[in-house]
């Protein structure tokens, strides 16, 4: 058997670098420390996608508006997720259907195709420089059962909600991916591609140009209710905001317990290749495009936004770990998909934290004045664009702002205060679970 966790020989570990490659390229600006205001009528804590997209709308609706955000522009998620743009609900309809009726089930999963409409539309027509590629993704088949269960699928698609999927049989999978590893699957053509850190600094820029104001490297600490609304404590000294909402996602920290014992931050790893030429990507992946594959520990990959790399992402650990340490089994992981890339360097190799739900939905709404708008499940690329413009809508007032998750019931679980415990035997079990095929 093979060991997943030996380093190879290609790799030299100090030459690695743990800063996700999509900030190589593109540099975190400065932001001004300017002193803060003493009064704000939205205060967002988190400048990720969910922060600024809510600040755009709160701004360009009147308010004064401060974004904070306790590390660097880029620290969060939005800085270093895999770029996949995807119909991201994991409930099935007939799942969320049991739970809140067929009507407002359909109204669900139309908001998710919503928000991939929302950032095509930002990329495509309103300038938001990503890098957008519309090259779909590949979900290859596990299994030979799991290619079975998703042609079924891709053949009886919810009338309202099609995509268009091709189901690709595993005789014809080498023209989407160089490897007979899966047994088949399935191209989504209406997936995309972006590079997150340059949609992160677009979205800085159409919060900045709708007059918010953004601050990095200033945590809040403490948020207190008071006359009028809130005082809130934060790095830089105490201020007032009229509405304040908690865009946190896979990071919640201890400033509001209710919301931390309802977020359970997962990391996601992700390692680089070393530049391979354009012709050697398309050479492994012809169409450029994503691919994920149908395990209970996903795997997800594509080229880089210049073409030049394979990045490879999973839940690569059983408990969090140094990214450094993953890189042996991503590694691994990588290669045996495609053993082609045995002798090839890692360069990089990151760690972010996504945020998971208990019923695996995103929730947006208001509790006791104090807003949020978390919980992408690992999907919060086309999501929280989306629902962070919904929530900030909904900060000002505004009937467009209502979407058909407003408040819905956003579950804990006894005995979880925001430490995910139970995270280790989970990874086991599924791990135990895809290596028996099931
Ligand atoms: C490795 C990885 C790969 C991923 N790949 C994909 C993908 O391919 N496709 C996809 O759809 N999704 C993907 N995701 C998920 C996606 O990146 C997130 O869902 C999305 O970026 C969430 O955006 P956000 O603004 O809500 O949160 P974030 O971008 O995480 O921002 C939250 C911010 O809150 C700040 N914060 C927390 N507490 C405080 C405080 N007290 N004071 C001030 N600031 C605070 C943090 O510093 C952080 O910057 C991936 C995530 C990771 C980690």
């Known amino acids: 058997m093979r060991d997943l966790n030996r380093v190879n020989d290609a790799d030299s570990i100090a030459d690695i670098t743990t800063t996700p490659l999509w900030q190589d390229h593109v540099a975190a600006p400065d932001l ?48 270093r997720n895999g770029g996949q743009v995807a119909y991201s609900l994991k409930p099935s309809l007939k799942t969320l259907s049991a739970r809140h009726g067929e009507k407002r089930a359909f109204a669900i999963c139309e908001e998710a195709r919503a928000a991939i409409q929302y950032l095509r539309s930002l990329a495509t027509r309103e300038g938001v420089d990503c890098d957008w590629r519309e090259s779909g993704c590949f979900y290859g088949a596990y299994t030979a059962r799991h290619f079975t269960g998703m042609a079924r699928e891709a053949e009886r698609q919810i009338p309202g909600l099609e995509q268009r999927i ?18 088949g699957g399935c191209v989504y053509h209406d997936d995309a591609a972006v590079d997150p850190m340059k949609l992160l600094l677009a979205l800085l820029r159409r919060a900045q140009a709708s007059g918010a104001t953004v601050r990095d490297r200033c945590a809040v600490i403490a948020i207190r ?31 509001s317990p209710w919301h931390r014992r309802r977020v359970i931050p997962i990391g996601s790893y992700q390692i680089a290749t070393e530049p391979l030429g354009t012709e050697r990507v398309l050479s492994l992946i012809p169409h450029g495009r994503n691919i994920v594959d149908s395990r209970h520990i996903v ?20 408990a969090e770990k140094d990214p450094i340490a993953c890189v042996a089994r991503l590694r691994a992981m990588m290669t045996e998909i495609f053993p082609q890339l045995q002798p090839v360097r890692i360069t990089h190799a990151w760690v972010g934290c996504v945020a998971y739900t208990f019923d695996t939905m995103p929730h947006l709404g208001e509790r006791d004045g104090l807003f949020h708008c978390m919980g992408y499940c690992g999907q ?4 929280a664009p989306y629902f962070g413009s919904k929530i900030g809508q909904q900060m000002a007032g505004l009937a467009q702002g209502r979407t058909a998750l407003d408040d819905l019931p956003f579950p804990s679980r006894p005995y979880y205060f925001g430490r995910p415990w139970f995270l280790a035997p989970s990874v086991w079990a599924y791990r135990t679970m895809d290596a028996l095929g099931w």
Request: proline letters at 6%.
């Open 32 to 79: 001004p420390e300017r002193p803060l205001p003493a009064e704000v009528d939205a205060l967002i804590v988190g400048a990720g996608y969910t922060g600024l997209s809510a600040a755009r709308e709160t701004a360009a609706a009147g308010l004064r508006t401060l974004v904070l955000d306790a590390g660097a522009m880029g620290a969060g998620c939005s800085g």
């Open 380 to 383: 919060g690329v086309p999501l």
């Open 299 to 318: 795997v997800y990959f594509r080229p880089s936004a210049d073409g030049e790399r394979i990045v490879f992402g999973g839940r690569a650990a059983l």
């Open 166 to 183: 091709t189901v690709v049989p595993r005789s014809q999978q080498r023209q989407e991916i160089a490897t007979d590893y899966y047994h």
């Open 225 to 255: 209710r008071s006359r009028g609304g809130f005082e809130v404590l934060t790095g830089a000294g105490t201020l007032k905001a009229r509405k304040v909402l908690l865009a946190t996602n896979g990071y919640p920290g201890k400033v």
